[in-house]
């Protein structure tokens, strides 16, 4: 029965998180409230680590996700759960597209998307905010970060490194 469930959860999450990995996080919230498979922290966890790992980050949670709850077999039904949609969606995609490729609607249609993946980034990151920043040595470190990123532009790896060594020698 939880097998059925976490390949559903994940599809569901599949089929409606239009816009990247990161667009997953909301769906990953109500998981952690609606079943309890992890907790707020151990999500958390989760997207520090698909964050700095390679791969897909929607992938990669959900791998997590599954491997936490059932195991390996977990980790590889939360996965393909999460994958399907978008294989079936480009199939059907591929066979349309050509089709209806110059209508007017069809563009509409996908431009119409990129304010709910919009939307659904700025909460995940408003979330993770409530989460990461809860005290005045954090929120410093983030304003921080933030003004190195937007004013010294390094490669994201550099960031990535010397964010995981502050966390390692501050302890957090």
Known sequence: MIWWLLFFEFFKIGLFAL????????FLFDLSAK????????????IAISE??????GVNMATYVGFKTLGILGGIVATAG??????????I????LEKYRQSNTFENLMYSIHPAAIAMILYAGIELGKMVLISPMLIGIGII??????????HPIVYIVL????????KL
């Open 19 to 26: 816009g990247g990995g990161l667009v997953t996080i909301p």
């Open 35 to 46: 079943y309890g498979w992890f907790s707020s922290q151990e999500l958390f966890d989760m």
């Open 52 to 57: 700095s790992s390679p791969g897909p980050i």
């Open 82 to 91: 999460l994958v399907l949609p978008s294989v079936i969606i480009v199939i």
């Open 93 to 96: 995609v591929a066979k349309v």
């Open 145 to 154: 970060f933030w003004g190195a990123i937007h004013f010294i532009k390094l």
């Open 163 to 170: 964010g995981g060594i502050i966390g390692v020698i501050l």
